[in-house]
């Protein structure tokens, strides 16, 4: 991993996910998370603080780098949480362990998205919820052309960030069912800020 990869472009995604419409999102959706929770992708821990006092959060993520950031934000937070640098398409987790799952703008780069909801699933007790928010597929078609134009691009260079996938449809696929949805553009480029938010269950 080259020094951009490492350094420069956690830092940059670490300021860019700070914006304060994403806050706001975070501190509606983090609360909903309820007893024992995993968080995929935790990242720089920008969720850490919104979780309600007593959670006790196993968090994943394969960047170390960020998760330095991460690991003094639950200090300073004073959540209980547990670090594991591992891909989430590989969860070290038994089954049926957690009662919610957390994902916030993280399938987006995630290589097989698909395969780590599967595992979210697997790790989920029985009727288990997930807790998410993330950007992706817009619903109109001149900002999908340019989604699917700009994506090589964006993609190699903003950490392996898919701008066109639907979280919705990859939720369905994966067998969850949605108890909360709301879907909108917030502030900034619509190709990067379509975002679907709610709370899905395991069917």
């Known amino acids: 991993m080259n020094w951009y990869d490492r350094v420069v472009l956690p830092t940059l995604l670490n300021t860019l996910m700070k914006s ?7 501190a509606r959706q983090i609360p909903k998370a ?3 929770v ?3 992708g935790v990242g720089s821990g920008l969720n850490l603080p919104f979780y309600e006092p007593g959670t006790q959060v ?24 547990v670090f594991s640098a591992q891909s989430g398409e590989s969860i070290p987790a038994d089954d049926n362990s957690f009662d919610t799952a957390v994902i916030t ?6 290589k ?8 979210v699933r697997r790790v989920l007790k029985p009727h288990g919820k997930l ?4 950007h992706g597929l817009a619903p109109d078609a001149s900002v999908v052309k340019w989604q699917n134009r700009i994506n090589p691009v964006w993609r190699s260079l903003a950490g392996g960030c898919n701008l066109n996938r639907s979280p919705e449809q990859l939720l369905t696929q994966a067998g969850f069912s949605f108890e909360e949805l709301q879907c909108g553009y917030i502030a900034g480029p619509k190709i990067a800020t379509y975002t679907y938010q709610g709370v899905a269950s395991v069917r």
């Open 20 to 26: 304060p419409e994403m806050t706001r999102i975070r």
């Open 34 to 36: 309820q007893g024992r």
């Open 131 to 134: 807790v998410f928010a993330e």
């Open 58 to 81: 196993f968090a994943i993520d394969p960047s170390e780098e960020l998760q330095v950031y991460a690991k003094r934000v639950a200090q300073q937070s004073g959540t209980d949480v």
């Open 38 to 40: 995993i968080e995929i």
């Open 112 to 119: 097989d998205a698909l395969k780590a909801l599967d595992e």
């Open 105 to 110: 703008w993280t399938l987006c780069t995630i």
